[in-house]
């Protein structure tokens, strides 16, 4: 017989709080097959992957300044108006955390993030606060999908993967935290997952809203 699920984990970035570079550099590029380019070959997702594998910032822009000196100043945006990527708060995704908190669901939270960057969201996201504890990628040289990652939150706070549920919008890492016995949701959309909280007797049926 499967244990209920009494443990809600969370990825953070694009599930709880929106968070788009173009949302910055659409006000440093006026064209927006540019804005791709840089985007895509400059500072790319592999090169901020590892910033949120621990790799400083500094260390970071430099090595992207040297390869490429004409766009120093676009470089250095990433990191000095890091701020200006945030989105906001996807409402509700938020509304659905209040709830399991209200309700005494045990809520913890896992994010690739730069070690350097995080104490910004955690200062200006007050339901940040919320979560029992949070494993940050930048502040254990560990990313997702690496299983150690995974291991290090179900260690730190004795978490019995059989009874966790784990949230991403990224499906790889869906995929590892199932390889470890978590039960994984891929999030796409608030809607959804509140239904699967609600299969799972996390939240009142009454509770399901539609549209």
């Known amino acids: 017989m499967s244990k209920r699920v009494d443990t809600v984990v969370f990825d953070l970035g ?5 968070w788009d570079p173009r949302r910055l550099y659409r006000q440093l590029i006026d064209d ?14 592999a090169w901020n992957e590892q910033q949120d594998a621990g790799r400083s910032w500094s260390e970071a822009t430099a090595l992207l300044r040297d390869r490429y000196p004409e766009h120093a100043d676009l470089i250095d945006a990433y990191h000095l108006r890091w701020e200006e990527t945030l989105v906001g708060p996807i409402e509700g995704t938020v509304a659905l955390l ?3 908190k209200a309700r ?16 910004i969201a955690r200062q200006r996201y007050p339901f940040l606060q919320w979560f029992e504890g949070i494993v940050v990628s930048g502040e254990e040289r560990l990313i ?10 179900l260690d730190r706070y ?15 890492n869906v995929d590892a935290a199932e390889a470890l016995g978590m039960q ?3 999030f796409s959309e608030p809607d959804g997952l509140r239904i699967r909280l609600t299969e799972l007797g996390l939240l009142a049926a009454d509770g399901v809203r539609h549209g």
């Open 184 to 186: 994984g949701w891929w």
């Open 14 to 18: 694009n599930v709880l709080i929106a």
């Open 98 to 100: 209040a709830e399991l």
């Open 144 to 153: 997702k999908p690496d299983p150690r990652i995974y291991q290090c939150l």
């Open 32 to 45: 927006e097959e540019r804005m791709d380019w840089f985007l895509r070959e400059v500072c790319n997702s």
């Open 158 to 172: 004795a978490v019995d993967p059989a009874r966790a549920l784990y949230i991403d919008d990224s499906r790889r």
């Open 104 to 119: 005494g669901v045990r809520l913890l939270a896992l994010t690739n993030w730069s070690h350097e960057t995080f104490p």
